[in-house]
């Protein structure tokens, strides 16, 4: 067991460690942050986002929920994707689920969970858009990896609706946004591949903000 004031001594050990290699590590970190990458994950302990995709500090810009949601009127989240956008520029914006996540789980099940009704609901909005293919899939745990997989698809999708992604994207051909998926058995991040040009298009007709 790791004790609080451990904490401290990793902190030391770790310092010396990026300081050994380069003096002015520290000094370079501390002057700005130009991150390409905006990655939206769940607050899931086991789901490191600096470490899975092998990138340093100050290399990609972290918001992080329970299930990796993007909802219009969390503020959190909108001036994380405000921020990255307009003041970043960063060139990809990644939604990335897990497989296990207790957050889906949690929205898979039919029973009250008091202050995490309405944040779950997001979710569970997710498996009634979807219910016909979900109620095909009779392994549990095949379902839940899939409504994993979809959740990740929609809240790509609510962050193709906000106004900055879509009105820097067509002045400047960036961000894009991106679906992953890691896979806590095996370590590996999976690519859902989505279609971010045609999902904008598929939306504007109702989801058009670039005024």
């Given at each position: 067991m790791i004790t609080y004031e451990q904490l401290f001594e990793n902190n030391k050990k770790w310092v010396e460690q990026k300081s050994s290699g380069n003096p002015g590590y520290f000094e370079d970190l501390a002057r700005s942050q130009s991150p390409e990458f905006l990655y939206i994950g769940c607050s899931d302990s086991r789901v490191p986002a600096n470490e899975i995709m092998g990138l340093e500090p100050g290399e990609v810009f972290v918001h992080r929920?329970?299930?990796?949601?993007?909802?219009?009127?969390?503020?959190?989240?909108?001036?994380?994707?405000?921020?990255?956008?307009?003041?970043?520029?960063?060139?990809?914006?990644?939604?990335?689920?897990?497989?296990?996540?207790?957050?889906?789980?949690?929205?898979?099940?039919?029973?009250?969970?008091?202050?995490?009704?309405?944040?779950?609901?997001?979710?569970?909005?997710?498996?009634?858009?979807?219910?016909?293919?979900?109620?095909?899939?009779?392994?549990?745990?095949?379902?839940?990896?899939?409504?994993?997989?979809?959740?990740?698809?929609?809240?790509?999708?609510?962050?193709?609706?906000?106004?900055?992604?879509q009105r820097c994207y067509k002045a400047t051909g960036y961000p894009k946004v991106a679906g992953w998926v890691f896979d806590l058995k095996k370590g590996n991040l999976i690519d859902l591949n989505i279609d971010f040009e045609q999902d904008l298009k598929n939306i504007q007709k109702i989801y058009n903000l670039d005024i």
């Open positions: 929920n329970i299930a990796n949601l993007v909802n219009s009127i969390d503020l959190n989240c909108m001036s994380v994707i405000n921020y990255a956008v307009v003041h970043l520029k960063v060139k990809y914006i990644i939604v990335c689920g897990h497989y296990n996540c207790g957050g889906v789980k949690a929205a898979m099940e039919s029973r009250d969970l008091g202050i995490l009704n309405p944040w779950l609901r997001t979710i569970r909005d997710v498996y009634r858009l979807h219910q016909d293919e979900l109620d095909q899939i009779f392994d549990d745990t095949k379902r839940y990896n899939r409504l994993v997989e979809l959740n990740v698809n929609e809240q790509c999708l609510n962050v193709i609706k906000t106004a900055e992604v």
